[in-house]
């Protein structure tokens, strides 16, 4: 091609005002915006003078491109201002998968959130008399009731008058996540004075989290105690004089010690903090509130138990075994959990009003004993027989539709996952796949990169499905990204 067809090509090129003229455009620019329209028009102009002068475009394929212009425009923008965040199917068999959200909210605590953030609410009005209220009433009375605590016997007919009982004097307060719950705490009770913990607890779990960092972080002194697989009452007796604060006992929620090992009970450390006149604080982690016992896990002691061995303060998490949004919670004494409210560091660590929603709702679930209700528990609750008819099902399906794919209903081991009962295992069941022309490494990639992200494992060389952690509303999405996937090769 000369250089004078160059020329005629670049003319027929139409200019950016052109483009905007072209049919369909005002509709793209009235619905993405005119400078981010401009800007993707001005790009695809560029492009289509750099394959002109590469001698790629002929005079057909420029009036093909110009004519297919305001789709092209339309599929870039939709691609450069969609969200990054996205929903995506959960096939890996981790319940609580951090880089995944962890828990999943359920039906009605999204409604609540949405009711709740579309307009104006009482987050911190007593619509009583008025007045300013506090946040934390809308959940304290709640975990009141099921922790057995102040709130033990008040019916729900009853809550508000219960709920104006707590104001000011709150047992579970609310922040950000666990970290925080854990760092506030120790400042507020500690700050300046020895905290004894022993060294068998001295855990980190994801992120760098460590528990000797966040201690220095909050002004208290780390006092050691104990071996690393062998701490006693009595090394914690010994360890305390004036400058003692607070005890403190960190549940090992990401590993096991096994074998050669001992670990006060919080009975006895209570017993020791109530004799010195010592609060004891216990960091949880996940915060259970379901015996899980019923479903097999086996290791994680509740929040009531903690409360009823007589540890004065408890911090777990909401997004984790509670099956809430991300949140800490700091819930006990209640003069203890007012001080911690005092310190100023509680409003820079608060939550707002969606989190509030979220949690009173998910918290009323557990009231009814709805259980089933709540993404994370339900998932956990699946029998084998229910997760295999699924599987089986889906094999079927994509033997049928998708005859190049190698699929197998296969056993599998789901785990609770977030550092959560680490050495748990719940039998599932899942479908195993592979393709002669794919590896299971590429599969696993084309399966995210679907219209909704399906997230597996590879196992054995092959792509592992795990259902206990697909909702049964996703198995037809599965099954039309496997049917592509096969058509696809």
């Known amino acids: 091609m000369g250089s004078v067809e160059k020329s005629e090509l670049f003319r027929r090129l139409p200019s950016v005002d052109e483009l905007l003229r072209q049919e369909g455009m005002p ?10 329209t401009v800007a993707t028009a001005r790009a695809l102009l560029d492009e289509w003078r750099e394959r002109i002068a590469h001698g790629e475009l002929t005079v057909e394929k420029v009036a093909a491109v110009v004519e297919a212009a305001p789709a092209e425009i339309e599929r870039r923008l939709k691609a450069a201002m969609g969200y990054s965040l996205r929903p995506v199917i959960n096939a890996t068999g981790v319940i609580l998968h951090t880089n995944l959200g962890r ?25 009583e008399d008025g007045e300013r209220g506090e946040r934390d009433v809308h959940v304290s009375w709640l975990f009141a009731r099921l922790l057995g605590e102040a709130g033990a016997g008040v019916s729900v007919e009853s809550h508000i008058s219960q709920k104006k009982r707590d104001v000011g004097q709150p047992t579970t307060i609310v922040v950000n996540n666990n970290a925080a719950a854990v760092l506030l705490t120790l400042n507020a009770l500690a700050e300046g004075g020895e905290v004894i913990v022993s060294r068998g607890e001295l855990v980190e779990i994801g992120g760098s989290f460590r528990i000797p960092d966040v201690m220095a972080k909050s002004g208290a002194v780390l006092r050691e105690v104990g071996t690393t697989n062998r701490t006693r009452i009595s090394d914690y007796e010994q360890a305390i004089h004036e400058k003692t604060k607070l005890l403190l006992r960190v549940h090992r929620s990401n590993f096991e010690i ?7 009970s919080p009975a006895e450390l ?53 099956g809430g949004p991300q949140a800490g919670l700091i819930t006990g004494d209640h003069e203890l959990v007012a001080k911690v409210r005092k310190n100023p560091l509680f409003r820079a660590l608060r939550v707002d009003k969606m989190f509030y929603a979220a949690l009173e709702a998910t918290l009323l679930a557990y009231l009814r004993e709805d259980y089933d209700a709540i993404p994370v528990l339900r998932m956990m609750r699946l029998t084998e ?68 992200p399906i997230v597996a494992r590879v196992e054995d060389g092959r792509v592992l499905l795990d259902l206990r952690t697909v909702e049964p509303e996703h198995d037809e999405v599965v099954l039309r990204a496997l049917e592509q996937l096969a058509a696809s090769n």
């Open 258 to 264: 096994t074998g050669f090992t001992e670990q006060p």
């Open 103 to 127: 828990a999943p909210l359920s039906d009605e605590a999204l409604r609540h959130v949405a009711e709740v953030a579309r307009g104006y609410s009482n987050v911190e009005m007593d619509l």
């Open 270 to 322: 209570s017993a020791l903090a109530r004799k010195r006149g010592i609060p004891l604080m216990e960091d949880l982690g996940s915060g259970d509130l379901f015996d899980l016992h019923t479903v097999g896990v086996h290791g994680e002691p509740t929040i009531a138990a903690s409360l009823r061995a007589g540890v004065d303060v408890v911090t777990f998490s909401g997004d984790k075994l509670l």
């Open 27 to 36: 509709a793209i620019v009235a619905h993405q915006g005119h400078a981010a």
């Open 385 to 452: 027989e229910r997760i295999s008819e699924r599987a089986e099902h889906m094999v079927r399906q994509v033997q049928a539709s998708a005859a190049k794919l190698s699929v197998e209903a296969v056993k599998t081991q789901a785990v609770v996952g977030a550092g959560s009962a680490p050495g748990a295992r719940l039998p599932s069941r899942g479908i195993a796949i592979s393709l002669p022309e794919l590896s299971a490494d590429e599969i696993a990639r084309r399966l995210r990169s679907w219209e909704t």
